[in-house]
């Protein structure tokens, strides 16, 4: 049996491809556990500077197995209720680890973004589409709500009104509507989602190392702090920065009018 999601590693760049491929790589208790798994580990790996995420064949993700669901029918209501309950709330874990690890996270999406996948794939810092890509919330066609913080991330994404249309309706976009709404920042030819990945990541590599965890936890702290408190982080930010090596180096190359070679401070 394969490994339902692969870990790759090359230096500081972790990549989790979703291995499900005949699936859709539709999420399982399986996947599910090691996305956990992995996404825990990469969390308190101080190598790790970069993480991408994408999915195995044609798909990123369609959702959750829907054979898996089934199953759970023969148990009584009231049984599949705390069934579900708990299985939600422990993967959930995987989408903080996400959140939470300085790492910044690329998503690299074709095919379906449905469902779960497309709740990973928000909560992903970035996110690049080829022109296959297709979207949609999908729960409400099973009878669901969004898990996955699917909530929390499109009302901040594309506005409350938009996500409501998003959740309510179900409809399906393409990758040029999700790029209009600010759902992925880049949507290129099939052919060149790979390497549009690569330069994405190939550009947070060769960038500041604590300038860039900073700016990823001040952004998503934002909308939870006041105006004050997050003034007071961003100054903190600013003076712990201007303490590295990578500050000096850029303020150098800049007046050198040469490219900055950033170290891993």
């Given at each position: 049996m394969s490994d339902p999601i692969l870990l790759a590693r090359d230096g500081p760049v972790a990549t989790l491809t979703l291995n499900r491929p005949a699936a859709l790589n539709t999420l399982d208790a399986a996947l599910m556990e090691a996305l956990i798994a992995h996404t825990t580990a990469l969390a308190a790996d101080a190598s790790?500077?970069?993480?991408?995420?994408?999915?195995?064949?044609?798909?990123?993700?369609?959702?959750?197995?829907?054979?898996?669901?089934?199953?759970?029918?023969r148990l009584p209501a009231t049984e599949r209720q705390t069934v579900f309950e708990s299985l939600i709330g422990r993967m959930h874990?995987?989408?903080?680890?996400?959140?939470?690890?300085?790492?910044?996270?690329?998503?690299?999406?074709?095919?379906?973004?449905?469902?779960?996948?497309?709740?990973l794939m928000c909560a992903c810092d970035l996110a690049l589409a080829d022109d296959s890509a297709y979207f949609t919330s999908a729960y409400?066609?099973?009878?669901?709500?969004?898990?996955?913080?699917?909530?929390?991330?499109?009302?901040?994404?594309?506005?409350?009104?938009?996500?409501?249309?998003?959740?309510?309706?179900?409809?399906?976009f393409d990758a040029h509507e999700a790029l209009r709404l600010g759902l992925v920042n880049r949507v290129v030819p099939a052919a060149d989602l790979e390497a549009a990945t690569a330069a994405i990541v190939q550009a947070l590599m060769t960038g500041p190392a604590r300038a860039l965890a900073n700016g990823k936890r001040l952004v998503n702290q934002s909308l939870q702090?006041?105006?004050?408190?997050?003034?007071?982080?961003?100054?903190?930010?600013?003076?712990?920065?201007?303490?590295?090596?990578?500050?000096?180096?850029?303020?150098?190359?800049?007046?050198?009018?040469?490219?900055?070679?950033?170290?891993?401070?």
């Open positions: 790790v500077r970069c993480v991408v995420i994408k999915g195995a064949g044609r798909h990123f993700m369609a959702g959750g197995d829907l054979n898996f669901f089934s199953e759970t029918l874990a995987a989408i903080e680890n996400l959140h939470r690890m300085p790492a910044p996270v690329v998503a690299s999406v074709r095919g379906a973004v449905a469902g779960f996948g497309l709740s409400r066609n099973i009878g669901l709500t969004p898990d996955g913080g699917c909530t929390y991330s499109l009302a901040r994404i594309v506005g409350v009104r938009k996500a409501m249309e998003i959740v309510l309706l179900g409809e399906r702090q006041t105006l004050s408190t997050q003034l007071r982080a961003e100054a903190a930010s600013f003076g712990e920065c201007a303490a590295t090596a990578d500050f000096a180096e850029g303020i150098a190359a800049f007046l050198g009018k040469r490219a900055a070679q950033f170290g891993r401070e």
